[in-house]
Nanobody
Framework: QVVLVESGGGLVQAGGSLRLSCAAS????????MGWFRQAPGKEREFVAA????????YYTDSVKGRFTISRVNAKNTVYLQMNSLKPEDTAVYYC???????????????????WGRGTQVTVSS
């Protein structure tokens, strides 16, 4: 089992940047594909970005392509989400998720993930 803890959220003006971090417990972090999801008030949870075990493969939802970057440092058991050019519509609680896998691919359906963090709030003011 892995425990995920997100950090780095906050209040930022439109056009600003934030970097979210997700720290994972355990010694087998490089056995997990990782993903970021978000949920805005009154809306369903949506996929944001995903990364494979090694970090070689990444995938983004269209609305964040060119603005967000997902990365990971396996030696630090941490995955990041660098968010630039933030927009008010990016306001949400952001969650990281982990899926144990032997594959080198990424996953973008929430139901594919086994472990979830508690989330960190990101608020973008206009």
């Amino acid at each position: 089992q892995v425990v995920l803890v997100e950090s780095g959220g906050g209040l930022v003006q439109a056009g600003g940047s934030l970097r979210l971090s997700c720290a994972a417990s355990g010694r087998t972090f490089n056995s997990y594909a990782m993903g970021w999801f978000r949920q805005a008030p009154g809306k369903e949870r949506e996929f944001v970005a995903a990364i494979s075990r090694s970090g070689a493969n990444t995938y983004y939802t269209d609305s964040v392509k060119g603005r967000f970057t997902i990365s990971r440092v396996n030696a630090k058991n941490t995955v990041y989400l660098q968010m630039n050019s933030l927009k008010p519509e990016d306001t949400a609680v952001y969650y990281c998720a982990a899926k144990p896998t032997a594959s080198s691919t990424y996953y973008y359906y929430g139901r594919q993930y086994d472990y979830w963090g508690r989330g960190t709030q990101v608020t973008v003011s206009s």
